[in-house]
C-alpha cells in the first residue's frame, strides 16, 4: 500500500510542477485558456499528492488485515471488588498494565474498509486498537460507579480514522469507517486472546492464570 502511495504521491507532484510551469507559460504569451486549463490540472495534481501524502502519514499506527487474526494477549488478576489488573502484550511489543474497574474487561478498534476502487489501489482493511477500559454488568453500576478507559493507539501527527470521515477526496474510497469492542467477564485470574476480523473484535479465554 505504501508503494501505491509513494508513485502516486511522486507523479502528482511531478504531474503539478509540469502544469504549474505550463502554466506560468501561458500566462506570459497571454493565452489565458490554455493557461486556466493549466492552473485547474495543477490544482487537481496537488489535491492527489496531497491526498497520498495525508493517507501515507495517517496509515502509521494502523496494520493491515486480511484474516482474523490475534492482535493482544490479556492476562487479568482481580485486585478487588469489581477491580482487576489487565497486563497486555500487544503485536507491536508493547507490554502495558491498567489499574482498571467493574466486572468486565472491554477492548475497542477502530476498523477502515475501503470500496472497490481502493482495494484495486491496493489498499486494505486497516485497523488500530483504540481504548480499553472496564465495563459493568449492571446498567445501574454503570451508570453510578466510577469508569476507567487508557488510550491503546499510539500518537500520530494525523489520525486516518477522523481523516477519512471528513476529508471528502479520501471518503469517497472508504467503504466503512466504524469502531468496534469486545467484552468479557473477569471474575478470576485469567488469560484471554483479543483477535480482529473483517468484522470485527472478538475476546477468547485461553486459560486460567494461577
Known amino acids: 500500500m505504501t508503494q501505491i502511495l509513494d508513485i502516486i504521491g511522486i507523479s502528482a507532484t511531478v504531474l503539478a510542477l509540469i502544469c504549474l510551469y505550463l502554466a506560468v507559460r501561458a500566462f506570459s504569451a497571454r493565452r489565458w485558456m490554455g493557461a486556466l486549463v493549466s492552473s485547474l490540472l495543477t490544482v487537481i495534481a496537488l489535491l492527489c499528492a496531497s491526498t497520498a501524502g495525508l493517507v501515507l502519514i495517517g496509515t502509521q499506527g494502523y496494520q493491515a488485515l486480511t484474516h482474523e487474526q490475534v492482535v493482544a494477549t490479556v492476562t487479568t488478576t482481580p485486585t478487588g471488588p469489581q477491580?482487576?489488573?489487565?497486563?497486555?502484550?500487544?503485536?507491536?511489543?508493547?507490554?502495558?498494565?491498567?489499574?482498571?474497574?467493574?466486572?468486565?474487561?472491554?477492548?475497542e478498534a477502530h476498523i477502515l474498509k475501503w470500496k472497490y476502487v481502493g482495494n484495486l489501489l491496493g489498499f486494505t482493511t486497516l485497523y488500530e486498537l483504540d481504548r480499553i477500559g472496564g465495563r459493568y454488568t449492571r446498567v445501574d453500576d454503570e451508570n453510578s460507579h466510577r469508569h476507567t478507559v487508557f488510550p491503546l493507539g499510539e500518537p500520530k501527527p494525523v489520525d486516518l480514522f477522523e481523516l477519512a470521515r471528513k476529508y471528502t477526496p479520501i471518503a469517497f474510497l472508504v467503504d466503512a469507517v466504524y469502531g468496534s469492542g469486545t467484552y468479557t467477564e473477569v471474575g478470576r485470574p485469567s488469560q484471554y486472546e483479543v483477535a480482529v476480523s473483517t468484522t470485527?473484535?472478538?475476546?477468547?479465554k485461553i486459560g486460567g492464570v494461577d
Open 83 to 107: 477491580k482487576f489488573r489487565a497486563s497486555l502484550r500487544l503485536t507491536d511489543g508493547r507490554t502495558p498494565q491498567f489499574e482498571l474497574e467493574g466486572d468486565e474487561i472491554l477492548v
Open 200 to 204: 470485527g473484535l472478538l475476546i477468547r
